[in-house]
């Protein structure tokens, strides 16, 4: 007969067993408040947990799932709010405090199960550890406090009063009122100081991962995960830096966020779509103008973080709150303007290669750990310098990020809405240049690289400044002169000008008959002298009307000028041959 009972698991050696009776259960919900698991409170005294199997019924184990504390929405705005939340052992502790109409958490399953990720849901909070009184509750509590000293506003570790007081539960139930728990816990002294930190015990030694090359490549990806195709990408940090007031570093980052939120292309690079978070040190009033003029003032997936609202909060904190908002509004791209405000760098601490290294750690660790794009703006120093050194303070800032830009006004007379971005990568993707015009109808416009810009600007001022008659023709020299524009690319816009038939040159290119140029002499009949000259000295002439020498398409280029495809789209855009046209607009 026993054996039979033992058989079927109702016999405990000494006697009958007693079927456990399920007496609670706590549901342990996601930022979202979607169901993770549930922890159940069994009789005799006893825990399961279990999970949804997405088919309708339940799991019984935690494998693959993500652990969480208890309550954790409620418990993220309270801690946004920097109110104080009540970290208890158990479920049913947590349940009783939140009942007098505070904030109670735990963690599954109770004493020594406390996890080090479960103080990021804890940031900014004054934290209160209600400590049940027996060993491993009091070593509990200290292994809380800990964990959550260098992210909540405050810890503190409270013992309730009373002789035959264990826990919170105990406590309430023998009469305690929600005014006389919050006059304990504001008694209680405060731990969050240095002396918790020097209490966090050694990193355990633990076995760590080498990888063969093969190895390492087969666990990461092939191609950088770019939010923005060559300047933004996951797990990378990104530092834009130029001049006060004048780069425009804000309404750059505005401009890339916009087509970020929307997955729209910027300056013709794809974008992956996703949310923004945005830390902005600027007053709300100018930020909201800057927001309006960006077009991002109605984008739901756009979340913004005023500095003035988070003063007094730490660094640290701050960013792991920052991490944890990506988390719940799936944004993947964090933004700090300026890095220097919002770490509180001050004077000559941008110098420093520590406060640098210091500063970006909490950034290093949320894009490294947790996969966002992290964007930093910097400003430039007023000598400025190479990318990569032109920023203030100390190279250690640009030596821990992945991507340095440069943002700076065009050489020359370069329209004032214009930009280049100047990029040093450990990406290959990176441009190491890229000119941008800023337009009201379609945002920044890519112009080409820097050089190709230098060309176009100095094309423009070669025609402006060069004689319109032979007899006032320039030698290079005196027309590059003439326009003030630098040698190499007034050198290049002059063999595009000939080519283009929009400069006449003429002589022979030998001492005492130099290469001289002037714009095409325009003649009553509505033809001109272009080009290059032949051998001889004389000016070549364009093809008669319906030669064999033009295309049949209709664009005025020639067969021999429609081998070259460079040149044949350069008459397309600025003009045909002989044909003076002004430069079009930047």
């Known amino acids: 007969m026993i054996a039979e009972l033992r058989d079927r698991g109702v016999w405990n050696g000494t006697g009958p067993k007693v079927a456990a009776q399920v007496v609670a259960r706590y549901s342990y919900l996601d930022e979202r408040g979607d169901l993770l698991y549930e922890i159940e409170r069994r009789e005799p005294k006893g825990f399961r947990a279990r999970r949804p199997d997405g088919q309708g019924g339940w799991t019984y184990s935690l494998d693959g799932a993500r652990r969480v504390i208890y309550r954790l929405p409620e418990v993220l705005a309270v801690a946004r709010a920097g109110w104080r939340v009540y970290v208890t052992e158990g479920e049913k502790d947590a349940d009783a405090i939140t009942a007098l109409g505070l904030m109670g958490t735990t963690a599954p399953f109770g004493a020594g199960k406390w996890r080090s990720e479960y103080a990021a849901a804890l940031t900014g909070a004054e934290v209160v550890v209600v400590a049940d009184k027996d060993g491993p509750g009091r070593e509990h509590a200290r292994a809380v406090a800990r964990s959550c000293s260098r992210l909540a506003r405050s810890v503190r570790v409270l013992e309730l009063p009373g002789e035959h007081v264990k826990d919170a539960s105990d406590w309430i139930s023998a009469g305690g009122t929600r005014a006389q728990l919050e006059a304990l816990a504001s008694a209680a002294p405060e731990n969050a100081s240095a002396a918790l930190r020097d209490e966090v015990p050694a990193e355990r030694i633990r076995r760590l991962a080498f990888r063969s090359a093969p190895e390492f490549a087969a666990t990461t990806p092939e191609a950088p995960p770019w939010v923005l195709n060559g300047y933004i990408a996951r797990n990378a940090i990104a530092e834009i830096g130029g001049k006060i007031k004048i780069a425009g570093k804000t309404t750059l980052a505005l401009a890339m966020s916009r087509a970020i939120v929307s997955g729209d292309p910027f300056a013709g690079r794809q974008t992956e779509r996703t949310g923004i978070l945005y830390l902005t040190e600027q007053p709300a009033a100018s ?243 272009t080009g290059r000259q032949n051998e001889s000295g004389d000016g070549e002439r364009p093809p008669e009307a319906g030669s064999d020498s033009r295309s049949d398409s209709g664009t005025g280029i020639s067969d021999d000028e429609s081998d070259d495809p460079m040149l044949r789209a350069a008459i397309e855009v600025f003009g045909r041959p002989g044909v003076p046209a002004s430069a079009p607009p930047l």
Request: hydrophobic share 40%.
């Open 287 to 529: 930020f909201r103008e800057a927001l309006e003029r960006g077009g991002l003032l109605d984008e739901e997936r756009f979340t913004v973080l005023s500095w003035h609202d988070a003063i007094g909060v730490k660094w640290s904190s701050v960013v792991a709150q920052a991490v944890e908002e990506c988390k719940v509004r799936e944004a993947g791209v964090l933004f700090v303007d300026t890095l220097s405000q919002w770490a509180g760098i001050r004077g000559d601490g941008e110098n420093s290669a520590g406060e640098a290294l210091e500063a970006l750690a909490p950034l290093q660790e949320a894009a490294g750990r947790h996969g966002l794009a992290v964007v930093v703006l910097r400003h430039s120093r007023k000598a400025g310098g190479d990318v990569g050194d032109d920023t203030r303070g100390s190279s250690a800032f640009a030596g821990a990020v992945d991507i340095v830009l440069s943002l700076r006004r065009a050489d020359g007379n370069a329209e004032p809405n214009i930009r280049v971005l100047h990029g040093l990568s450990r990406f290959a993707d990176t441009p190491e240049s890229l000119a941008l015009r800023l337009t009201a109808e379609e945002g920044y416009v890519a112009l080409g690289t820097e050089a190709a810009l230098a060309v176009e600007i100095a094309r423009r001022q070669l025609l402006e400044a060069a004689p319109r008659t032979t007899e006032h023709a320039m030698t290079a020299d005196e027309l590059i002169d003439a326009a003030k524009v630098r040698r190499t690319s007034g050198q290049e816009a002059l063999g595009a000008l000939l080519d283009l038939g929009q400069l006449v040159r003429t002589g022979r290119g030998k001492k005492g008959d130099p290469y001289r140029y002037h714009a095409p002499e325009i003649h009553s009949a509505g033809t001109s002298h």
